[in-house]
């Protein structure tokens, strides 16, 4: 069964940067696309980020120039850069795999970790 743990949030000042990162267990994910979502209070969750097993990228308006995502399919691994952070970049973000259509639907997804960006 897949797993996938992340990690890296916290509380930033608006105009700073976080890393987060998601572990994948389970099985082997070089071939997997992965991708990055948010949900902020009271909204629904949005797409911000994916990468092909390629290395294709993809992002959000909102985000794109800002976030950079990444991988290490050594240790099973996808990364989310967030620079220049924004208070509205306030939520949860997730983690997802297993991939349906490229690149904002997923099937397995983690149990997300906190960004809070104070203005």
């Known amino acids: 069964q897949v797993q996938l743990v992340e990690s890296g949030g916290g509380l930033v000042q608006a105009g700073g940067s976080l890393r987060l990162s998601c572990a994948a267990s389970?099985?082997?994910?070089?071939?997997?696309?992965m991708g990055w979502f948010r949900q902020a209070p009271g909204k629904e969750r949005q797409f911000v980020a994916a990468?092909?097993?390629?290395?294709?990228?993809a992002y959000a308006d909102s985000v794109r120039g800002r976030f950079a995502i990444s991988r290490d399919n050594a240790k099973n691994t996808v990364y989310l850069q967030m620079n220049s952070l924004k208070p509205e970049d306030t939520a949860v973000y997730y983690c997802?795999?297993?991939?349906?259509?490229?690149?904002?639907?997923?099937?397995?997804w983690g149990q997300g970790t906190q960004v809070t960006v104070s203005s």
């Open positions: 997802a795999t297993d991939q349906i259509n490229w690149p904002e639907k997923f099937s397995s």
């Open positions: 990468i092909s097993w390629t290395g294709l990228t």
């Open positions: 389970g099985r082997t994910f070089s071939r997997n696309a």
